[in-house]
């Protein structure tokens, strides 16, 4: 800022203060106490000089020094000075002229500088009227607003006729902070100082109104509740004058509540306060209803309610074999944790099983059957499609509508800290933009972290170590890997017929007569009609779609049985092989048909897929073109890889395999999977690719009664793969009986049960060079 000075800089005492900015032409109060401070107005008092009156930077400053106020600031004259008998003074001082300080000189007793004498740096422009005019306008409204200013400081401004000197009147009268009032003390230009202050009465203006209309509402909703609690206190006289219960005693109720049940002891006092919170609020608002229901969510969990539990292995060893036919590896995992629990005691925490295996094998009827061996409760409930995080979580209370997450939710339906939880589709769960779930079960699945799981309504650890979470999925590839470490992977593949034979005579149909209220005497279905059923209308590798044909059998059965009357005369209804197409219809599925015979360019391979094992029949065959692989049949990019690894394979050893006469610039080989409209992908079929494109190639005839699964490398050596247990009983039920497996899979058909290898027989090939020479004949 450039300064006029209009003459020479004079020596003055200099008095800082705090959180005051005095302008010229105000009058004001001082009241000082710091010792230093008292010197200075003593001395400038026996002197006769005047007294250079400025702002402090740091209010919390006691000693100033220089650097710790501000040069701008005002000379005053004081007009009367006063001894309090506290020891401070207090002085009435007027602000005459801006200054500013040249030098400051400091000794141990006063402040004291050269002041030099601030002046306006341009004449007042032709606009200033107007300006001026503006200034008591809105002036005049801040004072109609803000009723701690006198009504006669508008009065005394009709006699100043300088517009500057208006302003300096008005800016003091304001109630900002200290940094403003000193810029526009320090300010030397009328017209930007008159702007700027027109600025600040305008936004004090708008702050003060928008104050007001807050002050308002806040005054019409006291005055609403006070009306509240006067008719309250009214209803509640005329209720006792009735007899009626009070209000009140809800509270009363729920502290009872709150006593008598067994939380944790800062639940307890979590729930009290929100009690308290209760009890002084109108019973009809909404925030007490939330409140209510927070409570209710309180008491109804299982805090420290067990469940007495079965640990008799005898008892569930048959309870197991009484549900389920086969699954020894499953059950017997069961077996191991109940004995495991006799030992430990509570010390075992629940654990996490993952039944990974094809719809209808029995997952979820399984998990039921734990429950039952165990003696404990069961839950359930289904991820497939979740995708917000607080389904697991909860919301937050402060939502509408909100509610805990699933778990909490299913602990309350348990009632007991101890139940069984099923979460069903784990392979399914989603995410978005709302959060992820999976991330948000980490916590609920880990032995470690789940006895203090929170949830964000419930806002207190709940222990879940005791829970058995069992879960279920399809594959396990689509299931985050930090989940799926987690949980103790126990996989279930597809039955045989063999098996689905027993379990339809021994589980489905004893179910199915029961629900549809037919007996033994009314009813026969043969086994060669539940054979027949499952290989010309079911094949699967569950048993859901065969228990929907019988379930239709029984109807059929029990319609027959309605129309004719219920008769001690009716005969028993026998149901066939010839009968089924009069029940079901014609057969829906058919055999694939299988080379019977040596052909050229056709191989069967072997595929996992969601519903279990799958066998598939491979085609290619080679033509004139311009050296490219063609695939067809809705192969997904890991197969066409494969197609590509295989045909790599060939071309770098087309010599050792008889093709080095084949021109491979002009030469297409066209690859087909049939069913095309099925979607097909995995990594398993790299050595069925090479030998059927080498058969179409080489003209060696494929060998029939042969099936293969295998990755290839590019070295021609043959990968493991998954799922061969699927693979080999799929396989099985097309009644092929040669079956070239990698060698590293040898383990995994060592550890298979008898029943499933019989009548097969395995060749463990290590080279893509052995798989040629079992399946193809000889040149």
């Not at 589709?425 to 079960?441: M, T, V, W």
């Not at 290839?712 to 070239?740: D, F, T």
Request: proline letters at 4%.
């Amino acid at each position: 800022m450039t300064i006029t000075e209009s003459v020479q800089a004079e020596r003055c005492y200099i008095l800082p203060v705090r959180d005051l900015v005095l302008f010229p032409g105000v009058i004001v109060p001082l009241y000082i106490g710091r010792p230093r401070s008292l010197k200075t107005i003593e001395k400038a008092s026996i002197e006769d000089k005047p007294l250079f009156v400025v702002a402090q930077k740091d209010l919390t400053t006691e000693e100033p020094m220089s650097e710790d106020i501000y040069t701008i600031g005002t000379l005053c004259k004081v007009l009367q000075m006063i001894r309090i008998p506290d020891g401070t003074v207090k002085i009435l001082v007027e602000g005459k002229q801006r200054g500013c300080i040249r030098e400051f000189f400091e000794d141990e007793e006063t402040f004291q500088g050269n002041i030099a004498i601030v002046q306006w740096v341009s004449a007042l422009p032709e606009n200033m009227e107007a300006l001026k005019r503006s200034v008591l306008e809105l002036f005049e409204k801040y004072v109609s607003i803000n009723a701690k200013i006198p009504k006669e400081v508008i009065v005394s401004l009709a006699n100043i006729e300088h517009p500057c000197d208006i302003a300096d009147v008005v800016a003091s009268h304001l109630k900002i902070k200290t940094e403003k009032k000193q810029k526009l003390l320090s300010i030397t230009n009328p017209e930007k100082y008159i702007k700027l202050l027109i600025k600040i009465l305008m936004e004090e203006i708008e702050l003060m109104e928008l104050e007001q209309s807050i002050q308002e509402q806040v005054r019409q909703k006291m005055e609403k509740g006070h009306r509240e609690y006067y008719l309250r206190e009214q209803l509640k006289i005329i209720q006792t004058e009735l007899g009626e219960e009070d209000f009140s005693s809800e509270t009363e109720n729920l502290l009872k509540k709150i006593a008598e049940s067994e939380m944790p002891e800062e639940v307890c006092k979590k729930a009290r306060i929100e009690v308290d919170r209760l009890s002084k609020m109108p019973p009809i608002s909404s925030e007490a209803s939330v409140l209510r229901t927070y409570l209710d969510w309180l008491l109804a969990l299982p805090w420290n309610t067990y469940t007495e539990e079965n640990l008799d292995i005898t008892k569930a060893q048959r309870i197991l074999d009484e549900d389920h036919y086969g699954l020894v590896k499953v059950k017997e995992r069961i077996l191991e944790f109940l004995a495991v629990r006799q030992l430990a005691g509570k010390e075992a925490k629940g654990q996490v099983l993952c039944f990974v295996g094809p719809p209808g094998v029995g997952k979820t009827s399984l998990a039921q059957s734990i429950a039952r061996a165990l003696g404990r409760r069961f839950v359930n409930f289904s991820l497939g499609g979740v995708r917000d995080e607080a389904e697991i979580r909860g919301h937050r209370r402060t939502y509408v509508g909100a509610q805990p997450g699933r778990i909490i939710q299913k602990m309350r339906q348990a009632g007991t800290k101890n139940p069984i939880m099923l979460m069903d589709e784990i392979d399914k769960i989603g995410q978005d933009f709302r959060g992820d779930p999976a991330s948000a079960l980490l916590e609920v699945l880990d032995p470690a972290q789940n006895s203090n799981f929170t949830d964000h309504y419930i806002e207190s650890a709940f222990d879940l170590s005791n829970v058995i979470f069992i879960t279920t999925a399809n594959v396990t590839h689509t299931i985050p890997a930090p989940l799926l470490d987690r949980m103790e992977v126990i996989r279930l593949p597809g039955y045989v017929a063999e098996e689905k034979i027993h379990i339809a005579k021994k589980h489905l149909l004893p179910k199915l007569f029961k629900e549809h209220g037919l007996t033994d005497k009314m009813i026969s279905i043969t086994s060669k009609t539940v054979e027949k059923t499952i290989r010309d209308y079911t094949r699967e590798a569950g048993v859901r779609n065969l228990q929907r044909s019988l379930a239709t059998l029984c109807r059929k059965v029990t319609l027959k049985i309605v129309r004719e009357g219920k008769d001690s005369t009716l005969k028993k209804i026998t149901i066939g092989v010839k009968d089924l197409k009069d029940y079901l219809g014609a057969p829906r599925l058919y055999d694939v048909q299988l080379p019977q015979n040596k052909q050229k360019g056709t191989v069967v391979g072997l595929a996992w897929t969601e519903s279990g094992g799958d066998v598939l029949v491979i085609e290619a065959v080679a033509m004139s073109g311009k050296g490219d692989i063609i695939l067809t049949g809705n192969l997904g990019n890991i197969m066409q890889e494969s197609a590509q690894t295989a045909l790599g394979f060939l071309r770098a050893r087309s010599a050792e395999l008889g093709l080095d006469h084949i021109n491979w610039k002009n030469q297409d080989i066209h690859i087909h999977v049939p069913e095309g409209a099925i979607p097909k992908d995995g990594p398993s079929a790299g050595i069925t690719m090479a030998v059927v494109m080498l058969s179409a190639l080489s003209s060696r005839q494929v060998l029939p009664g042969i099936a293969m699964t295998g990755e290839i490398s590019l070295q021609g050596k043959v990968l493991p793969v998954g799922g061969i247990r699927e693979k080999i009983l799929a396989a099985k039920r097309q009644k092929i009986s040669n079956i070239i497996i990698p060698g590293a899979n040898r383990i995994d058909v060592e550890e298979m049960e008898q029943w499933v290898t019989k009548g097969l027989s395995f060749y463990f090939v290590d080279n893509v060079s052995e798989v040629f020479d079992i399946a193809l004949e000889r040149r």
